[in-house]
């Protein structure tokens, strides 16, 4: 042991009746004991030369220590407080051990390529699993700036593998993830699952999904909304809507002109 604990208050109450020279002899005693991790020798003669006990009076407080604060045994003189911190010293050490090489596999795990998809559905019908980061972005060059490995973490958690349907227009889908990354508001995998669900239910119900998410990405939104009926437009209402507003223009120029449709023009007054 490269330390141990000193309780001062349980070791001044075991030891008050003791004199100064016995005291420091049982300090040096557990001293040893820790250190070694095993009993002190039986040979009296030979422990008292490791302790540096040369005189008569250090030499009776060996003795004097041994009868009160240990045990013999075959192994040796037995200390049982000592004995149970070295048991709770090497437990603490397993602990610390084993917690380390679990984090160590974590990241063994982490850092492990991950195979590449199927680009088919399987016979089982499991769709494949992509990546829904943006399919526009640029290569990195060798001319660019390394990555830092904090770079690399923030990427790899943009980046959760998440299986995409085949009736998700990838178009409309990626401007949204854009959107939400630019916003820093980049989803996790549960939440672009939760987004997916949403959107299948919307298409079910009759929504225009790629819609559905271009007014997301419009507006900022984080999340995706069912378009109102009265807020789906095409082109081709629109330029009635036109047409009309025209005809009633061209219908109101005339009455005031006094314009017939044969186009006769009546004088008034």
């Given at each position: 042991m490269n330390y141990y604990p000193h309780h001062i208050g349980d070791f001044n109450s075991a030891t008050r009746h003791l004199s100064r020279t016995e005291r420091s002899i049982y300090r040096d005693m557990i001293e040893m004991y820790y250190d070694t991790e095993q009993p002190l020798p039986l040979d009296r003669a030979a422990l008292c030369r490791k302790l540096m006990a040369r005189s008569d009076e250090e030499s009776t407080a060996v003795e004097q220590v041994l009868s009160e604060f240990f045990t013999e045994t075959e192994q040796g003189w037995a200390n049982g407080r000592c004995d149970k911190e070295i048991e709770?010293?090497?437990?603490?050490?397993n602990d610390k051990s084993a917690a380390g090489k679990a984090s160590a596999a974590a990241r063994a795990a982490n850092k492990a390529?991950?195979?590449?998809?199927?680009?088919?559905?399987?016979?089982?019908?499991?769709?494949?699993?992509?990546?829904?980061?943006?399919?526009n972005q640029e290569p990195r060059t060798s001319n660019q700036q390394p990555v830092t490995k904090n770079q690399e973490r923030k990427e790899k958690a943009a980046q959760p593998a998440v299986a995409l349907p085949e009736w998700l227009p990838l178009l409309n889908w990626n401007a949204y993830l854009e959107m939400r990354k630019e916003k820093?508001?980049?989803p996790t995998a549960r939440a672009?699952?939760?987004?997916?669900?949403?959107?299948?239910?919307?298409?079910?119900?009759?929504?225009?999904?790629?819609?559905v998410l271009d007014k997301s990405t419009?507006?900022?939104?984080?999340?995706?909304?069912?378009?109102?009926?009265d807020q789906v437009r095409g082109v081709g209402s629109v330029v009635t809507d036109i047409d009309a507003i025209n005809a009633r223009n061209n219908a109101e120029a005339k009455r005031l002109l006094g314009i017939h449709d044969d186009g006769i023009r009546t004088i008034n007054g």
């Open positions: 709770a010293y090497h437990k603490k050490l390529p991950l195979e590449p998809a199927s680009n088919k559905e399987s016979s089982t019908g499991v769709q494949q699993v992509l990546t829904y980061c943006s399919t820093k508001k980049i672009v699952e939760l987004v997916l669900a949403e959107l299948l239910k919307l298409m079910q119900s009759g929504q225009d999904i790629a819609a419009r507006n900022g939104w984080t999340d995706v909304y069912a378009i109102k009926p």
